[in-house]
């Protein structure tokens, strides 16, 4: 580690033990680790750091920011231990101690964001039932049975081969389109969970998250498409957010777009959150595809849609710097992730 990255860590170290409230600590932890922290600050500017040595000084932030975190959370808990032994007459009076409160979940705190921005450009807001059919979640959005795309998605089923747990909230977009059919033009977004047999780990679940949107109009463009969704990043992440737009392939959409953001966690040096990519894929996106609006019984000479669905628990560990998408599904009150 750097001389100046050596003495950042001790001075902050020395910082962190003098503080004897959570208060305290919450604010050196705001000061040091929060999103216009010293550390972010320091990811900001590692561009202006020599080539040969921008992989070692990433590396040495990366150590320097874990042994804060460390650092902080021992210091928490040894002012937790001095304050649950209070004296023994304040033990007596314990009938008057205040009950804990919690807060708004995370997942909800940025659904409602998402929910709000889309209201003022005009969106619907919809949801529909978890357990869906194979005709909704695979065959309306142009997955055959025996597509490839199906093996891809572990299906978890209540009853084979027709009733399943809903393997992504494109199932709603099928719903949807059957039933507002002959109400077009269409723009609507949904929020909720959906299903598969992943293995469990820092960033997959077999619960999750999902926030779909579909438009249907007269002369739609990826014009269109992309400029909805820059508006989307820029509002939950600040307008100097990085993202970048690959071509993918999805089955339900021609031509098809994946959203990849710069890993809020390392910046993009590298690290095991983004699989050392330097980026998180946050969703999947494109140009409704012909066979989808055909099977809805819409006429694609004269319309044409876009959608995009996001996952919704990277989105809002990327907004509030949670390293685990595993704590998303505890119950614990006392649970703050940052700058919420």
């Given amino acids: 580690m750097s001389q100046d990255l050596e003495e950042i860590l001790k001075q902050s170290i020395d910082k962190i033990s003098q503080s004897s409230t959570d208060q305290e600590l919450e604010n050196i932890r705001v000061e040091l680790l929060g999103r216009n922290g010293l550390i972010n600050k320091l990811f900001s500017d590692i561009k202006d750091v020599p080539a040969e040595n921008r992989k070692q000084y990433g590396a040495d932030l990366n150590r320097l920011k874990q042994e804060l975190e460390s650092s902080i959370e021992n210091q928490s808990n040894s002012v937790r231990a001095n304050h649950d032994s209070p004296p023994p007459v304040l033990q007596k009076q314990n009938l008057f101690e205040l009950p804990k409160l919690g807060h708004l979940h995370p997942l909800t705190q940025t659904e409602r964001q998402l929910n709000a921005l889309f209201k003022k450009l005009g969106f619907s807001i919809y949801n529909s039932p978890e357990i869906v059919t194979d005709e909704f979640n695979f065959e309306r959005l142009n997955v055959p049975k025996n ?11 209540i ?5 399943l747990l809903r393997t992504q909230t494109s199932t709603i977009e099928s719903y949807l389109l059957k039933t ?22 820092r960033s997959n679940h077999f619960v999750f998250h999902q926030y779909q949107a579909v438009v249907v109009d007269k002369g739609l463009t990826m014009k269109d498409l992309i400029g909805t969704m820059d508006l989307m990043f820029k ?4 307008p100097d957010i990085v993202v970048r737009y690959r071509c993918k392939y999805y089955p339900e959409v021609e031509p098809g ?17 983004c ?20 099977a809805a019984e819409i006429d694609t000479n004269i319309w044409s849609g876009f959608a995009f669905g996001m996952g919704l628990d990277r989105w809002t560990m990327a907004q509030k710097n949670i390293k685990d998408i595993r704590t998303l599904m505890g119950s614990n009150l006392a649970y703050k992730p940052n700058e919420l």
């Fill in 147 to 157: 597509h490839p795309a199906r093996d891809m998605q572990d299906s978890i089923y």
């Fill in 159 to 163: 009853k084979e081969p027709d009733y």
């Fill in 180 to 201: 507002k059919s002959k109400e077009l033009p269409i723009r609507a977004a949904f929020p909720g969970s959906v299903f598969r047999n992943e293995k469990v780990n």
């Fill in 235 to 238: 509002t939950l992440y600040g």
């Fill in 257 to 273: 777009v994946g959203p990849d953001m710069q890993c809020f966690n390392c910046h993009g040096v590298g690290c095991p959150l």
């Fill in 275 to 294: 699989k050392y990519a330097g980026w998180i894929e946050m969703g999947g996106s494109g140009m409704i595809h012909p066979k989808v609006l055909q």
